[in-house]
């Protein structure tokens, strides 16, 4: 059966309990090509838990999902299509910013030239370029969201997943 082009993420009873307490449970989703979405609710809702189940971090107790088409079981063909920024941005402090979306690019397979490409270009859209050489563990918390959020979308993914991007 041909994939639905149309549709980026889908969920059928997705389900995740933790000894035996449910954090989602059954949720049935489907989400457009282009859409914009947002998951709202308390602590504790099972926001942060939906996105590590749709970006393969974490296996559902049950349920199936995918995005764009790619099973999130299958986390090696579901990785290009997808960019995460967690709540708490993997960074290395020790690193330049602009050495940190390097070594990103690098681990995405981008070719060299196509990596300075579009890292200077995100660079410059977030007001970052001037500040790349610093260290990272000088950066204000901003100039760490920014640096993680362009690691996030340096391979130019199909969906993003921002967990508390603020």
């Keep these: ?14 389900t995740k309990r933790y000894e035996g307490q449910a954090a989602v449970e059954n949720l049935n989703l489907r989400i457009s090509t282009g859409t914009i979405y947002g998951f709202l609710g308390p602590n504790g809702a099972g926001k942060s838990t939906t996105m590590q189940m749709l970006t393969s971090l974490t296996e559902p107790t049950s349920g199936t999902g995918t995005i764009m088409g ?5 986390r090696s063909s579901l990785k290009g299509h997808i960019g995460y920024l967690p709540e708490e941005p993997p960074l290395y402090e020790q690193l330049s910013g602009r050495e940190q ?4 690019a690098d681990l995405q397979n981008i070719p060299e030239s196509e990596a300075n490409e579009r890292i200077e270009s995100l660079l410059d859209a977030l007001n970052l370029r001037e500040d790349s050489t610093k260290p990272i563990n000088a950066y204000s918390k ?23 991007p603020t």
């Design 1 to 14: 059966m041909a994939r639905d082009e149309s549709v980026a993420i889908e969920t059928s009873a997705l």
């Design 101 to 104: 979306l390097d070594y990103v």
């Design 142 to 164: 901003g100039m760490k969201q920014k640096t993680a959020f362009i690691q996030a979308v340096v391979h130019e993914p199909d969906v993003v997943f921002l967990d508390e």
């Design 70 to 74: 790619q099973s999130i079981s299958e």
